[in-house]
């Protein structure tokens, strides 16, 4: 008696895991604002729908203030992972060493015009830490001019101070539910 059975053989797929890029601590942190604001959105339309012009309206401001806070932190974040210039340094052909900076500039792009800036090498960390964190330009001057990141509980006008719920957002480790204390002074505004 002839057997016939026959074995058909899967080809196995191959996951190439180890080329696969991990997101980085502020792309996890972008992806989980904007699913936290999704939620929200899906939630407040749900209840808006439901209880047509039953919200009172201080939980509405609440609400308003809590959305426009989230796009405020989006926004922030997504300048941290794009900087709005970048660092270029220069050095004088006798000394290449980073410890003997003797020139340090900040380039930019403005009206499809490159411009560059002058600085002191002297704030080459500080600058590099308000670039990581999402600093608009107009902030980086104003801490480039007062060598030190100033912040302001509320908005002075034509000054590139940063705002004061950036920095309580920062202390609490970028707490995804935290509400910063100073945030409803800003929220009538909007961030440059």
């Given at each position: 008696m002839?057997?016939?059975?026959?074995?058909?053989?899967?080809?196995?797929?191959i996951t190439?895991?180890?080329?696969?890029?991990?997101?980085t601590?502020?792309e996890?942190?972008?992806?989980?604002?904007?699913?936290?604001?999704?939620?929200?959105c899906?939630?407040y339309?749900?209840?808006h729908?439901?209880?047509?012009?039953k919200?009172?309206?201080?939980?509405?401001?609440?609400?308003?203030?809590?959305?426009?806070?989230?796009?405020?932190?989006?926004?922030?974040?997504?300048?941290?992972?794009?900087?709005v210039?970048?660092?270029k340094?220069?050095?004088y052909?006798?000394?290449?060493?980073?410890?003997?900076?003797?020139?340090?500039k900040?380039?930019?792009?403005?009206d499809?015009?490159q411009?560059?800036?002058r600085l002191?090498p002297?704030?080459?960390?500080?600058l590099s830490?308000?670039l990581?964190?999402?600093?608009?330009?107009?902030?980086i001057?104003?801490?480039?001019?007062?060598?030190?990141?100033?912040?302001?509980?509320?908005?002075i006008?034509?000054?590139g101070?940063v705002?004061?719920?950036?920095?309580e957002?920062?202390?609490s480790?970028y707490e995804?539910?935290f509400?910063?204390?100073?945030?409803?002074?800003?929220?009538?505004?909007v961030?440059d």
């Open positions: 002839m057997d016939t059975t026959t074995t058909t053989r899967r080809k196995r797929v190439r895991t180890a080329e696969r890029r991990q997101a601590p502020k996890r942190q972008l992806i989980h604002l904007l699913a936290n604001l999704g939620c929200s899906a939630r339309a749900f209840q729908a439901t209880s047509k012009g919200i009172p309206p201080e939980e509405r401001k609440h609400l308003a203030e809590w959305h426009f806070l989230r796009l405020q932190q989006i926004r922030r974040v997504e300048r941290g992972l794009e900087p210039a970048q660092l340094r220069v050095y052909r006798s000394q290449l060493s980073p410890r003997s900076l003797k020139s340090l900040l380039l930019w792009v403005e499809d015009k411009r560059v800036k002191d002297e704030l080459d960390e500080l830490f308000t990581n964190l999402g600093d608009t330009l107009k902030q001057f104003h801490t480039i001019e007062s060598k030190d990141r100033v912040f302001s509980r509320t908005p006008t034509g000054v101070v705002p004061l719920w950036v920095n957002w920062e202390e480790d995804i539910n509400f910063p204390p100073s945030f409803p002074d800003w929220a009538n505004i961030d």
